[in-house]
Structures are given as C-alpha cells and as structure tokens.
C-alpha cells in the first residue's frame, strides 16, 4: 500500500475554533476518540456544529463527556461511526470503544491509592496535583475522610454529566485476531499505558487492555487524560495520544506497510 496519512483528534470540548483551523483535505482518512461536549459548559448548538464541519467519512467514537441524547445520536449515526464495531480504513481493520470507565471506579481506585497510604495526599499536593481528585476521593488536604457514598450522592449532578462502561461489558467486544496490522480507537487508554498522573496510581481500563490482547492491533489511539499526550512503542504495538483538540493539540499518522509513524502537531 503507498503511505497514507490519517488526522487524529480527540477531546474537542466545544472548542469549534480549533476544529475550524484544521484542513481536512489534506489528509487520507481522519479518526477522531470523542468528547465533542464539554462538561462544564454543556452547548448542544455548539456540538452539533462541530459535528458539521467533520468530513462525513471521519472515523468517530463518542467519548464520555458527550452525554447529550442529540449529540450522541448524531454521532453514533455517522456513517463511519466504530463503536464497537469494526470497518475498514483503505484495507486496514479500524474498531473502536467509546465512554470510559465510570468515574466513580477511577475515584474508588483513587481513594484506596491514598488510603492505603496517607503520606501520598501530601506528596500528590506539593506536586501540584488538582484538588478536584482529592475532593471527589472524599480526601481533605488534613486528610479527613468522607465516606465514598455520601460524595457520590452529594454530587450527582457532576458524576452524570460523563457515560461510562463497565469493564466487563468489553470483554465479549472481539473473538481474537481481528485487529491484525490494524487500529483500535478508544477514548479511554488500557490499564498501564498513558494513563498514570503524577502521583496518582496507573487509572486505565482493564477491560481495553483486554481487548488490545484478544485483538491483537498494532495502533492503539487514545485520549481522555490531556495531560499524557505521548507515544508509546511497546511490544511491537504502537500507543498515541496527541493531546487534545480543546489545547490546540492533534496527531498526525503516516501508514506505510503496516507500519504506523505517529506525530504530535499543534495549531
């Protein structure tokens, strides 16, 4: 096959500019994880815009900021939409998993991080770590600890503004082999790759490193954390991920004889 060059980005949250100064046309096939929404600012407006200017034929996952019934629907309609699903990207097989793993899950593994351990709160904090995580783990910076339960319940409201998986509805997704000399989208990444903050624990998804074994791709596209834009080779697999598309962040991928070269641009 002569190389072929894809566009990847992920993690738009509303930032519609930055979408409009990409030139699609310039690019063979373009692959995007999700979280065309923002949480905290929720546009549906703005969301469907977004969705507008993508080309028709982008490859496309929902993330898991993208809750809006409108805008999920529209996205999961798309013509190349690969939730769970596998299609072909000039003759390579492309699948995907969109959502991610509750947020309640990553807090608990959060909590028993720093549980286990109570000097961690401190080095999590010198390090700059956010407080958000520390909140939601029902941590204080005095290390008083509120029941995980009572957070949840608190603060309903935040947790259902992301869709979430269980790991165990992904493990029945493939048969084996499928994704040979191909590419696996996810917008959450796999349990142990690009998924660990400073001072935090490794936070990714069993169940997606599960699927990479089972189905055997040699690309593995991911977003979710901002923060760990990177590439990783690893055991004849390639990981990626740009960075995301609110900062400005998105990657570029040359194909050529089942060898992908991953680039990390910015606007």
Same mark, same amino acid.
């Not at 490859?59 to 596998?86: A, H, Q, W």
């Not at 990981?239 to 606007?267: A, E, M, Q, R």
């Given at each position: ?28 096939? *373009? ?9 905290? !600012?929720?546009? *549906? ?21 993208? +809750? ?17 699903? +596998?299609?072909?990207? /000039? ?34 904090? !010198? ?27 608190? !603060? +309903? =409201?935040? /947790? ?13 997704? /493939?048969?084996?082999?499928?994704? +040979? ?11 142990? =790759? ?13 169940? =997606? ?22 590439? *990783?080779?690893? !055991? ?15 990657? =570029? ?15």
């Amino acid at each position: 096959m002569e190389e072929k060059v894809f566009l990847f980005i992920t993690d738009i949250h509303q930032q519609i500019d930055n979408v409009k100064a990409l030139d699609f046309s310039i690019y063979d096939g *373009v692959i995007c994880a999700g979280d065309i929404i923002d949480p905290a !600012n929720q546009s *549906v407006e703005t969301g469907k815009k977004i969705l507008s200017l993508l080309p028709e034929d982008t490859f496309i996952i929902p993330g898991n900021c993208d +809750t809006d019934r409108e805008i999920y629907s529209l996205l999961c309609g798309m013509k190349n939409c690969i939730e769970r699903t +596998t299609k072909q990207i /000039f003759n390579i097989p492309i699948a995907g998993i969109g959502r991610s793993r509750s947020l309640e899950d990553d807090i608990n593994v959060y909590r028993d991080y720093f549980l286990d351990d109570k000097t961690r709160v401190d080095e999590f904090i !010198n390090s700059g770590g956010s407080h958000f995580i520390l909140k939601y783990a029902g941590i204080n910076s005095n290390k008083t600890v509120i029941d995980n339960k009572t957070i949840i319940r608190q !603060n +309903t =409201v935040f /947790f259902e503004k992301f869709i979430s998986y269980t790991e165990s509805e992904l493990y029945d997704i /493939f048969n084996g082999n499928e994704l +040979t000399n191909g590419i696996l989208v996810t917008h959450s990444p796999p349990y142990g =790759v690009l998924d660990k903050l400073p001072g935090l624990p490794h936070i990714g998804s069993n169940g =997606v490193l599960h699927c990479i074994q089972i189905a055997n791709p040699t690309l593995i596209l991911s977003g979710h954390f901002h923060e760990l834009a990177g590439i *990783v080779h690893e !055991n004849g697999k390639v990981y990626f991920n740009p960075g995301s598309l609110k900062d400005g962040y998105y990657g =570029v991928i040359h194909v050529k004889d089942d060898t992908f070269d991953c680039l990390i641009k910015k606007l």
